[in-house]
């Protein structure tokens, strides 16, 4: 039996550390081909490098993104411990090399590196300087799967949520809020350096637009991140609530549908009546044909039905093992 896990061990170990640096590399492929060399500033630690490097052009992205995260990392585990794994540092310090990798190879010389002309970047073939939204969509899809991928293989990229958590820690704000006001944060300098020329003493006439196609990258990375780490619900929960026992319902769940389910002992808040509750789990197909049975059996049931991401247990995924839960 050990002779049999172990090559599957490994071949796990090595399907993890691809999908991580896959997702480094995309989110670094996102960056230098379509959102760095259209000034677009999606917040976080990349988006402050985009504001940074239009005042020291000198200093590629990837630098910059260094500058930021190896501070953040120490400083994270000075304050929190040793919680942030090999794989969430190599993730950190992974993708601003990638970056500047990609930026050499994509322009052909130094000026064109310092202004990140996309007209020379790939010989222009992906200039999209006059379809800002088709470069901030697909700049977003290649973020969100990036970081998505990452995620998913109980890694972060650093940054903005390092931020975020000692936010959290020292002002007592929700982590959701704390990623927010810190890319908020990001987000005005950009309009500020790059809008109004603060810093550069060239004020772009347009910068607030692109603060605005900024807060679109934002939203459709953070889409696409979710679609990424939780992917489309294949089984719905469903919570039915009965004013009695209904034993043809329990036939039905347990011989038509092939399912269990669980009795929940409830009571109205409002008639104070004694409730039957069935906690029930199925596949998106089977929802119509429960749905359709219920209004025959009881027509007056209360019934909720809502998206279950992860199922696991009899009949449904194995629960992950201590490996796969640890702290990213």
């Excluded at 969509?137 to 650093?158: D, E, P, Y």
């Excluded at 910068?207 to 990424?228: M, Q």
């Excluded at 008639?271 to 059996?297: A, C, G, H, Y």
Aim: with cysteine; aromatic share 12%; net charge negative.
């Amino acid at each position: 039996i050990k002779a049999f896990i172990q090559p599957i061990a490994t071949f796990k170990w090595w399907k993890t550390w691809f999908f991580i640096l896959l997702g480094s590399t995309l989110l670094a492929a996102g960056y230098v081909f379509f959102i760095s060399p259209y000034n677009i500033v999606p917040g976080g630690v990349y988006g402050a490098s985009i504001v940074l490097h239009n005042i020291f052009p000198n200093v590629q992205v990837g630098t910059f993104g260094y500058m930021f995260d190896i501070p953040l990392l120490i400083l994270a585990f000075i304050i929190f411990g040793g919680q942030f794994g090999s794989r969430t540092i190599v993730a950190a310090l992974y993708t601003p090399g990638c970056m500047n990798i990609i930026t050499k190879l994509s322009f052909p010389n130094e000026e064109a590196m310092r202004n990140l002309d996309p007209s020379q970047m790939l010989g222009g073939i992906l200039d999209l300087s006059d379809h800002l939204m088709l470069a901030a969509f697909i700049g977003s899809v290649f973020l969100g799967v990036g970081v998505g991928l990452v995620v998913r293989n109980q890694a972060t990229t650093g940054g903005t949520d390092i931020v975020a958590m000692m936010i959290q820690k020292y002002c007592h704000i929700g982590f959701s809020n704390a990623v927010l006001i810190a890319d908020s944060v990001v987000v005005l300098s950009g309009l500020l350096v790059i809008g109004f020329g603060i810093g550069t003493g060239e004020a772009d006439p347009q910068g607030w637009l692109l603060s605005l196609y900024s807060l679109i990258t934002i939203y459709v990375t953070s889409r696409v991140l979710e679609f990424t780490i939780k992917g489309t619900s294949s089984n719905k929960l469903i919570f039915i609530i009965l004013k009695e026992h209904n034993q043809t319902l329990k036939h039905f769940i347990l011989n038509d549908l092939d399912r269990s389910a669980t009795y929940i002992e409830s009571r109205g808040m409002y008639s104070n009546d004694e409730k039957e509750m069935i906690f029930l789990v199925v596949p998106n197909k089977d929802v119509p044909l429960v749905q359709s049975t219920i209004r025959e059996l009881d027509p007056t049931a209360f019934i909720v039905v809502s998206d279950a991401y992860d199922t696991f247990g009899e009949g449904f995924k194995p629960l992950p093992t201590k490996d796969e839960i640890q702290n990213i």
